[in-house]
């Protein structure tokens, strides 16, 4: 299994600001994948994070709106711009190694309330 | 475009009783996960079935797949308090790794 860590794990942002989350693997990954998930809801893919080149965002996710990095094949991060009270939700990152293997872990979590 | 349901979306159960939730889904699927997640925390990973006819059970959850009828189960015998949770289901596309969640099936065991 791969461990997964986020940070900030919650926080509480003023409208108008912008908040990055960090998502740091324990081990070299494939695939690193950013999902939302409303309060009470099912999860949404935001976006595929690739290595060195642009994300691949999904229909409803724009890049101006949350751009992603990944530098490393291990390190991802998702800003959250401009944010208003409907980002409020839980950020999580996903990881695998690879069609073949399976298996997508998942991180903790990243809690966003915006006010 | 890959769509997963699940049924029932809220199950209230007593322990000892036996239940099973369905996960149907409208395309081709490389492979079937089913998760759990406790409220506050993230998902934790159940089972990943990787074929037609796949199997897996550990403790009192047993998970199996249907890939003809598009479909994949998640059976609960005797069932016990600490299995309250939400169950979700999630496909991924032919060829890609992103998953499609279904909608989750919050259960509740009661005493």
């Known amino acids: 299994s791969a461990v997964i860590s986020q940070k900030p794990s919650r926080d509480i942002c003023q409208r108008g600001t912008s908040l990055t989350i960090q998502c740091q693997v324990d081990?070299?990954?494939?695939?690193m994948f950013w999902y939302r998930q409303q309060p009470g809801q099912s999860l949404t893919l935001i976006a595929t994070?690739?290595?060195?080149?642009?994300?691949?965002?999904e229909s409803g996710f724009v890049i101006d709106k949350f751009p992603i990095s990944r530098p490393n094949l291990t390190f991802s991060t998702l800003t959250v711009s401009n944010m208003s009270p409907e980002d409020s939700s839980i950020y999580l990152c996903?990881?695998?190694?690879?069609?073949?293997?399976?298996?997508?872990?998942f991180g903790e979590g990243s809690r966003l309330t915006v006010l | 475009e890959l769509k997963v349901e699940q049924n029932p979306l809220f199950l209230s159960m007593q322990e000892g009783k036996n239940y099973t939730i369905y996960c149907n889904y409208s395309t081709t699927s490389d492979r079937l996960y089913w998760y759990r997640q406790d409220p506050g925390k993230s998902l934790e990973s159940l089972f990943v079935?990787?074929?037609?006819?796949a199997v897996k059970q550990e403790g009192r959850l047993m998970a199996s797949l249907d890939t003809k009828a598009r479909l994949s189960t998640l059976h609960i015998t005797a069932a016990v308090h600490d299995l309250s949770a939400t169950y979700f289901c999630?496909?991924?596309?032919?060829?890609?790794?992103?998953?499609?969640f279904g909608q989750g099936t919050r259960l509740t065991i009661n005493p």
């Open positions: 081990s070299q990954v494939t695939m």
């Open positions: 994070a690739n290595q060195g080149s642009e994300a691949t965002y």
């Open positions: 999630a496909g991924n596309s032919q060829g890609a790794q992103k998953l499609v």
């Open positions: 079935l990787l074929s037609n006819g």
């Open positions: 996903s990881a695998g190694r690879g069609r073949n293997t399976g298996e997508l872990f």
